[in-house]
């Protein structure tokens, strides 16, 4: 009998079934999740190009991931997602590095003509890094959606989103859209159009009947793991005048459906993007004391990986986070290096210690 149940609980942890946390709220509970999740490798021939240029900033991007749905069966919690704004369609239908690298003969990109379409566009950097497992924001969603409806009693699923409109200062680069109240009302929209109010907890969830948002949090007014089952929260990445433009006309968030980045004090504080575990130590501890949700990294840049350095990881589990970000929950591809970043027993789940 004791076998059977030592097989049966290494099933569990392959496949990464939930389990145990239910009576938990979500706030006592840490998670592993990706970092630019749905990244695929820059082109073997372009990243050459690119690293003969800035051999620095080159090593910074020489990562990639695997599909969302593969991400969340092993067991991550956590995907971040980037945006740019296109609002008539095409505007990154042809990236320039398929021109400087014509001469190799790269992938074909983007067959189905997605990105023609008007709607947000999902990569990293525009004309550079832009091969992505899913291509348009509407298919991100479409994916979240399939694997969520296959798996109803997941655990939440925190999505942090970055909105990308920062110009790149050489010659050739497409000149994004920026983000404005207006555009981020569309970015709403496409949620709710492609996942669902269903599938989603949102800022007037957890308000309820507090006067504001960060009222709410304080008072602890977080669901249950069990409660938040086969839900998602979508946390905007963003400070100064994104989270601005976002906030513009719905104080604490009223009738949004990202949460922000915003500072304790504010009306809309609840969940903060704090992405150094080490320096920011006790910020971090103070800030989770006090309730609120916090995300911070186990590495960045590649640096870590490369050097076989835990410590950030380390720092992250003590810090109280409860959300971690890694780009290594696999060993790298693409040097050699012997860093990934789990829990024990390599889940991606546990109570916070």
């Known amino acids: 009998m004791k076998i059977i149940i030592a097989i049966a609980l290494a099933f569990i942890v392959a496949v990464g079934t939930d389990s145990g946390f239910d009576e938990l709220p979500i706030d006592k509970v840490q998670v592993i999740g990706s970092h630019n999740s749905y990244k695929r490798a820059i082109d073997t021939a372009l990243f050459r190009i690119f690293k003969a240029k800035n051999p620095q900033a080159a090593m910074g991007l020489e990562y990639s991931h695997i599909p969302l749905d593969g991400q969340l069966d092993l067991g991550l919690r956590n995907l ?9 369609g095409g505007k990154y239908a042809h990236p320039k590095g398929l021109e400087w690298e014509a001469a190799s003969h790269p992938p074909a990109y983007d067959p189905n003509g997605e990105m023609n379409a008007p709607g947000f566009k999902v990569f990293h950097v525009q004309d550079l890094d832009f091969r992505s497992n899913c291509l348009t924001f509407a298919d991100c969603l479409r994916q979240l959606k399939a694997w969520s409806d296959k798996h109803p009693d997941h655990y939440p699923i925190y999505i942090t989103m970055n909105a990308k409109d920062q110009e790149i200062k050489a010659p050739g680069f497409t000149i994004p859209e920026k983000f404005t109240s ?31 948002l960060a009222d709410a949090v304080l008072n602890g007014h977080w669901p249950t793991m069990k409660e938040a089952k086969g839900k998602f929260f979508f946390i905007l990445d963003e400070s100064g005048e994104h989270r601005t433009a976002y906030i513009q006309g719905h104080p604490s968030l009223k009738g949004r459906v990202l949460f922000t980045d915003s500072p304790d004090g504010t009306p809309e504080a609840a969940f903060m993007i704090i992405n150094d575990p080490k320096k920011e130590q006790d910020r971090i501890r ?9 995300r911070t990294r186990a590495d960045a840049d590649t640096r870590e990986a490369r050097e076989n350095d835990r410590s950030g990881f380390t720092a992250a589990c003590s810090s ?7 780009d290594y929950y696999y060993k790298s591809t693409f040097f050699p290096s012997d860093y990934s970043v789990s829990f024990e027993g390599g889940t991606y789940v546990r109570r916070m210690p």
């Open 80 to 88: 971040e997602i980037d945006v740019y704004a296109d609002e008539k």
């Open 182 to 212: 207006a555009v981020f009302d569309r970015l709403d929209k496409e949620l709710l159009d492609y996942l669902g109010r269903n599938y989603l907890i949102t800022p007037d969830d957890i308000r309820g009947t507090y006067p504001t």
């Open 286 to 294: 103070a800030m989770v004391a006090k309730g609120y949700m916090v």
């Open 320 to 326: 109280g986070a409860q959300i971690i970000t890694t």
